[in-house]
């Protein structure tokens, strides 16, 4: 029997803090990629952080789990982690953090559509499908609404924004593997390391088959570091596989919509990158139908509590 339940007060401060980290760190990314490509970082960052969790599940007298079968979800899901972060660095190469952020959050709309398919607890209903809607419509919009030159160079301002895109889908992916396999009900810690240990070799080669190995060793460069070892891949990455153990995966995006808010504010507050009428015109209904695709349930009762005082 599936125990797990809707977001209460514990599951909405933590995603709140996670919204926030995770906006961040794509605006930590693109402020130091002249002094360390974003793959190559993510790729150091992982292989550390992997280190760390080892040492956690050590201390808790944790396995891995090999003798149960499910090394091969960790597998499948380490892979489409570090094809997610892959696709993330090379999108930054091109498009702004703030973009990036959007893209890379759509994740929430490719997770429900995979698990209504999959589990019943995670059924869509009408306005969760408006909200997919919406959120389509405005990803058209974002990508061809353009009407003037955004970038030095527009057309790989677009590439970056689609990579962004990928990347949402493999984190979507992601979500659906862990829910739907023996990972639903393991250790956090278990999932983490798969992630990590993947996402580790698949960026340090991608790295090095690209040339984007050269590091220039700034104050900034090794703050990000360890922002992105301790708090990004460690502790928020720990937190997040917590509450999807806890929590019905297609409700914890009730707030996601945060995260691409908060993007946009750090990008043009940190990097003073250009905020786009095009770009605002295409995210506001991405937004909205992501509030929807997450929080369908409960607009779906306040609507009907409404009705019920309206006579």
């Given at each position: 029997?599936?125990?797990?339940k809707?977001l209460d007060?514990?599951?909405i401060?933590?995603?709140?803090?996670?919204c926030a980290l995770?906006?961040?760190q794509?605006?930590?990314?693109?402020?130091t990629?002249?002094?360390?490509a974003?793959?190559?970082?993510?790729?150091?960052?992982?292989g550390?952080?992997?280190?760390?969790?080892?040492?956690?599940?050590?201390?808790?007298?944790?396995?891995?789990?090999?003798?149960d079968?499910s090394?091969?979800?960790?597998?499948?899901?380490?892979l489409?982690?570090?094809?997610?972060?892959?696709?993330?660095?090379?999108?930054?190469r091109?498009t702004?953090?703030?973009?990036m952020?959007v893209?890379?959050?759509?994740a929430?709309i490719?997770a429900?559509?995979?698990?209504?398919?999959?589990?019943?607890?995670?059924?869509?209903?009408?306005v969760?499908?408006?909200g997919?809607?919406?959120?389509?419509?405005?990803?058209?919009?974002?990508?061809f609404?353009?009407t003037?030159p955004?970038?030095?160079?527009p057309?790989n301002?677009?590439?970056g924004d689609?990579?962004?895109l990928?990347g949402?889908?493999?984190?979507?992916?992601t979500?659906?593997?862990?829910?739907?396999s023996?990972l639903?009900?393991?250790p956090?810690?278990?999932?983490?390391l798969y992630?990590?240990?993947?996402?580790?070799?698949l960026?340090?080669g991608?790295?090095?088959?690209?040339g984007q190995?050269?590091?220039h060793?700034?104050p900034?460069?090794?703050?990000n570091?360890?922002?992105?070892?301790?708090v990004?891949?460690?502790a928020?990455?720990l937190?997040?596989?917590?509450?999807?153990?806890h929590y019905?995966?297609s409700?914890l995006?009730v707030f996601?919509?945060?995260t691409?808010l908060?993007?946009?504010?750090f990008?043009?507050?940190?990097?003073?990158?250009?905020?786009?009428?095009?770009?605002?015109?295409?995210?506001?209904?991405?937004?909205?139908g992501?509030?929807?695709?997450?929080?369908?349930a409960?607009?779906?009762?306040w609507?009907?509590?409404l009705?019920l005082?309206?006579g």
């Amino acid at each position: 029997m599936d125990t797990r339940k809707a977001l209460d007060s514990q599951a909405i401060g933590c995603m709140l803090v996670l919204c926030a980290l995770w906006a961040l760190q794509q605006v930590t990314l693109k402020a130091t990629a002249q002094d360390i490509a974003p793959i190559f970082l993510i790729g150091l960052r992982s292989g550390v952080a992997a280190f760390l969790v080892w040492l956690v599940m050590l201390w808790r007298g944790e396995r891995l789990g090999l003798h149960d079968g499910s090394w091969r979800p960790g597998l499948l899901v380490g892979l489409l982690f570090g094809l997610e972060f892959m696709l993330v660095g090379e999108g930054l190469r091109h498009t702004s953090a703030s973009h990036m952020v959007v893209f890379l959050y759509t994740a929430p709309i490719f997770a429900a559509l995979g698990l209504h398919w999959r589990l019943p607890a995670e059924r869509l209903g009408v306005v969760q499908w408006l909200g997919i809607a919406l959120a389509f419509g405005g990803i058209t919009m974002a990508f061809f609404g353009r009407t003037q030159p955004t970038a030095p160079a527009p057309g790989n301002m677009l590439w970056g924004d689609f990579l962004g895109l990928l990347g949402g889908m493999a984190w979507g992916a992601t979500t659906m593997v862990v829910r739907c396999s023996r990972l639903s009900s393991a250790p956090a810690t278990q999932t983490l390391l798969y992630q990590l240990v993947c996402a580790c070799v698949l960026l340090l080669g991608a790295a090095l088959f690209t040339g984007q190995t050269n590091i220039h060793f700034t104050p900034q460069v090794w703050a990000n570091l360890a922002f992105h070892t301790l708090v990004v891949s460690f502790a928020s990455f720990l937190v997040w596989f917590w509450l999807l153990r806890h929590y019905l995966a297609s409700r914890l995006g009730v707030f996601s919509f945060m995260t691409p808010l908060f993007g946009i504010v750090f990008g043009a507050w940190f990097l003073d990158e250009p905020i786009e009428m095009s770009f605002v015109l295409g995210a506001v209904p991405v937004l909205f139908g992501i509030v929807l695709v997450s929080g369908g349930a409960s607009v779906t009762q306040w609507w009907a509590r409404l009705r019920l005082q309206m006579g």
